[in-house]
Structure formats: structure tokens, C-alpha cells
């Protein structure tokens, strides 16, 4: 920095948003009147036409702009209903799937309370009955004496 202490340097200062730029445009606007070649009426309606052709053109652009910032708006209307819609299938297909859950499980649970009440554990596979026989009393004796059986 100390190499460049020598060098000439320029001081820009800022004063005003631009009302110093909108004066000179203001004086320059007059002084082109007043110093033009042609008549005033001449002038004047040169400057009404190129006034109201900057209004037009300006319209134009307007419109466009407006235009297009329709169609995006639509655009994106659109998208969000498309997505709100996504969202709300989601959250359908969500709380059913919850549903059915929920009612499994309460199946489960009853199942499981009435295994417990029958005395059977959870999961155990219930045995077969065992099959009758049949049985033929041919005859029926009675003894006093009962022998080892007694004892």
C-alpha cells in the first residue's frame, strides 16, 4: 500500500438516490425544446407522438409480462393442487393401512386372552382327541376275595 501513496486517487461520493440524475434528464428535456430547430407545435406533437408510441410500446410489454405472469401462476396452481391431492391419497391409504393394523392386533389379542382362559399357551397346537374304543362287557364276577389285589 505504501508503494502506491504517490499515485493521484479519485474521491466518489454519493449524495442522493438519483435526484441529481432525474434534475439533469428534467434540464436536459428543456433545453432540447427550447433549442430545437423545428417550430413549437411541430415539436410538441413530435414529442406527443413519440410519448404516446412509448405509452403503446410500454403497454405492449406490460401486457406481455402480465401474460406470462398468468400462465405461471396457473402453472404453479396447478402443481400445488396436483401435490395436495398426491398428499391427500397418501394420507388416505396411510389411515387405512393403520386400520387394518389396528384390527389385526385386536384380533390377535383376543385370540391370544382366549388361549390364556382355555388353559392353552399361546401358539401350542391343541391334540387330537384320543379315539374311543369300544368296549364289550361280556360278563361281570364277583369275588370275596380280592388276593394280590387287595394288597
Same mark, same amino acid.
Given at each position: 500500500?505504501?508503494?502506491?501513496?504517490?499515485?493521484?486517487?479519485?474521491?466518489?461520493?454519493?449524495?442522493?438516490?438519483?435526484?441529481?440524475?432525474?434534475?439533469?434528464?428534467?434540464?436536459?428535456?428543456?433545453?432540447?425544446?427550447?433549442?430545437?430547430?423545428?417550430?413549437?407545435?411541430?415539436?410538441?406533437?413530435?414529442?406527443? #407522438? *413519440? &410519448?404516446?408510441?412509448? @405509452?403503446?410500446? +410500454?403497454?405492449? /410489454? $406490460?401486457?406481455? !409480462?402480465?401474460?406470462?405472469?398468468?400462465?405461471?401462476?396457473?402453472?404453479?396452481?396447478?402443481?400445488?393442487?396436483?401435490?395436495?391431492?398426491?398428499?391427500?391419497?397418501?394420507?388416505?391409504?396411510?389411515? #387405512? *393401512? &393403520?386400520?387394518?393394523? @389396528?384390527?389385526? +392386533?385386536?384380533? /390377535? $389379542?383376543?385370540? !391370544?386372552?382366549?388361549?390364556?382362559?382355555?388353559?392353552?399357551?399361546?401358539?401350542?397346537?391343541?391334540?387330537?382327541?384320543?379315539?374311543?374304543?369300544?368296549?364289550?362287557?361280556?360278563?361281570?364276577?364277583?369275588?370275596?376275595?380280592?388276593?394280590?389285589?387287595?394288597?
Amino acid at each position: 500500500m505504501r508503494d502506491h501513496d504517490d499515485l493521484p486517487y479519485i474521491v466518489i461520493e454519493r449524495r442522493g438516490e438519483g435526484g441529481a440524475f432525474v434534475l439533469g434528464v428534467l434540464v436536459g428535456f428543456g433545453a432540447a425544446l427550447l433549442l430545437a430547430p423545428r417550430a413549437g407545435s411541430e415539436t410538441r406533437q413530435s414529442f406527443l #407522438g *413519440a &410519448a404516446l408510441g412509448l @405509452r403503446e410500446a +410500454l403497454g405492449d /410489454r $406490460v401486457d406481455g !409480462a402480465r401474460g406470462a405472469v398468468q400462465e405461471r401462476v396457473t402453472a404453479v396452481r396447478g402443481a400445488v393442487d396436483a401435490r395436495r391431492e398426491q398428499a391427500r391419497a397418501a394420507v388416505a391409504t396411510g389411515r #387405512g *393401512a &393403520a386400520r387394518d393394523a @389396528r384390527a389385526d +392386533l385386536l384380533r /390377535r $389379542v383376543q385370540e !391370544a386372552k382366549a388361549l390364556r382362559r382355555s388353559g392353552r399357551a399361546p401358539g401350542a397346537v391343541e391334540a387330537p382327541p384320543p379315539p374311543e374304543a369300544e368296549v364289550v362287557v361280556l360278563s361281570v364276577d364277583t369275588e370275596t376275595d380280592a388276593g394280590e389285589l387287595a394288597r
